[in-house]
């Protein structure tokens, strides 16, 4: 499986590095030969590999700066779709705003995604694997192998969404999945059908949720309980599953309020701690654990002082802002003139109308933000959508609609609405609610539905064709919509078929 699971040892070492901590650790054995035998003796050394596995989630990956963990992916999820705009032409991300990323076997997101995800795989597999026979309490072992767990859960999750077809509920769902990779000694591992990669994921988190039971964490970089319910009901509302998303998603928020107005008009910054309606997020120590013009914040805040900000601030597309209403606090996330009155700009810093202060670093000089990988908004969209969807239950889904709706406009009223009204109610909010926070390519295509991408000129709240390579519409069930896996992948293991050209 590509020479990253290939040469394990030298994964772990990169990891373990990352983590800066414990040099005692690291000196244990010459520097490219630390054995994940080692990682797994003592719970100790468990926690220093678990470590590395949450901050290799902002690491920068390869050696160019737009591959920095899963902020890129985030990323790449919505310039795949229609509400994230770039307003100016010095785009990085340009094969995947143009939608030829996913028809290359050697574009470099293509492969950044797959190496990304199974480098998470192969580490979490260590612990997974080995942390049962580790020197340490066994509430250790736990706390070590259920956040392991999530994270192998989590992994095949992204990659199932992006290199093969989507879950369909009214079918078998034998079409090629992914390679679910539960070990690191099986390197050349054929894909597992559609169905067989979400049974097994699922596996993963109801153990993981078992494990997790009760236990409390360090920091919310780290994963408890919640944070394996939530993904739960993120998968059963992939998969279909209404009840199953319902209740997991309403036992993962308890005990997580929702932002105040003041809080949420002030954007998201570098305060995910303090911030109760944050579940889950990476938090980027200053210092070495930074990495200025390639950290979040360097490509979707508003402020900080960097080229890819200062040309190509990210915007909303006008139609959905035109949905927001007037009262509503999540507007103000946005400014229509572009201005930005309350943020500290310099001159160099472009202009466009509908640019974004949703996401601020704390300083222009520090691309610091802590990465949102999950908030309990997310939660009562799902509940709101699931119940909605699954027929007789338009009370349930208006009412969970209303308790997350009326924090963000004080105006707002219970919805009256049923039926796909009411359905397409919910998804307007949680197009808004969730914009710029990785969900929108998956949430088309998990429904099946067309890209729509409204064109116009320059400063007009919309994408410009030459930006996006004049790909304005793709039709649902187009071969684009499921990414070529890389060539590097099929040239080193001959039990992966491709998918079609």
Request: overall charge negative; charged content about 20%.
């Amino acid at each position: 499986m590509k020479n990253i699971i290939i040469k394990l040892t030298l994964v772990l070492l990169l990891i373990v590095v990352a983590t800066g901590c414990d040099k005692e650790f690291l000196e244990t054995e010459p520097t490219n030969q630390v054995s994940a035998d080692l990682a797994v003796e003592t719970t100790a050394n468990g926690m220093i590999l678990l470590n590395g596995l949450h901050r290799s989630l902002y690491h920068k990956f390869y050696t160019r700066i737009i591959f920095n963990g899963i902020g890129s992916q985030l990323i790449i999820n919505e310039l795949a779709g229609e509400d994230f705009v770039d307003t100016g032409s010095n785009n990085t991300w340009t094969t995947v705003y143009k939608w030829t990323a996913s028809t290359s076997d050697t574009d470099l997101f293509t492969d950044f995604a797959w190496s990304f995800y199974y480098h998470l795989i192969a580490n979490a597999n260590i612990l997974i694997n080995g942390i049962d026979g580790a020197t340490g309490s066994q509430a250790e072992r736990d706390y070590i192998k259920g956040q392991a767990l999530v994270y192998r859960a989590f992994a095949h999750y992204q990659l199932v969404q992006l290199f093969a077809e989507r879950y369909d509920q009214e079918n078998v769902n034998d079409q090629l999945g992914i390679p679910y990779k539960l070990n690191t000694e099986d390197l050349l591992v054929p894909r597992d059908t559609v169905e067989k990669v979400y049974e097994l994921l699922n596996a993963d988190l109801d153990l993981a949720i078992e494990l997790l039971d009760g236990k409390s964490r360090l920091n919310k970089s780290h994963i408890t309980k919640p944070i394996a319910l939530g993904i739960k009901a993120r998968v059963a509302l992939t998969q279909g599953n209404w009840n199953v998303a319902i209740a997991n998603a309403t036992e993962a928020y308890q005990g997580f309020d929702l932002m105040s107005q003041e809080t949420y008009a002030a954007g998201f910054k570098s305060d995910s701690e303090n911030n109760p309606e944050f579940m889950w997020a990476s938090q980027i120590i200053a210092g070495d654990q930074a990495i200025p013009f390639s950290d979040y914040g360097a490509w979707v805040s508003r402020n900080f002082n960097g080229n890819a900000v200062r040309g190509n601030p990210r915007a909303i597309t006008k139609v959905l802002y035109d949905e927001i209403s007037a009262t509503d606090v999540r507007k103000t996330l946005w400014d229509p003139t572009g201005l930005h009155p309350d943020v500290e700009l310099t001159s160099n810093h472009t202009r466009h109308p509908y640019t974004n202060q949703k996401f601020l670093v704390l300083d222009i000089a520090d691309s610091r933000i802590d990465i949102p990988l999950m908030r309990a908004a997310e939660m009562y969209l799902i509940v709101a959508e699931a119940n909605a969807r699954k027929g007789g239950a338009d009370g349930e889904a208006a009412q969970a609609l209303f308790n997350l709706i009326s924090t963000r406009d004080l105006d707002y009223s219970l919805s009256t609405n049923t039926g796909q009204a009411l359905i397409d109610e919910i998804m307007i909010h949680r197009r808004v609610e969730l914009w710029g926070e990785g969900f929108r390519f998956y949430d088309l295509k998990r429904l099946n539905q067309d890209l729509v991408r409204e064109v116009g000129p320059a400063d007009t709240g919309a994408h410009q064709a030459s930006f996006i390579g004049n790909v304005s519409y793709v039709p649902a069930g187009d071969k684009r919509w499921v990414f070529l896996i890389p060539k590097s992948e099929i040239d080193a293991n001959p039990l992966i078929e491709q998918n079609p050209l």
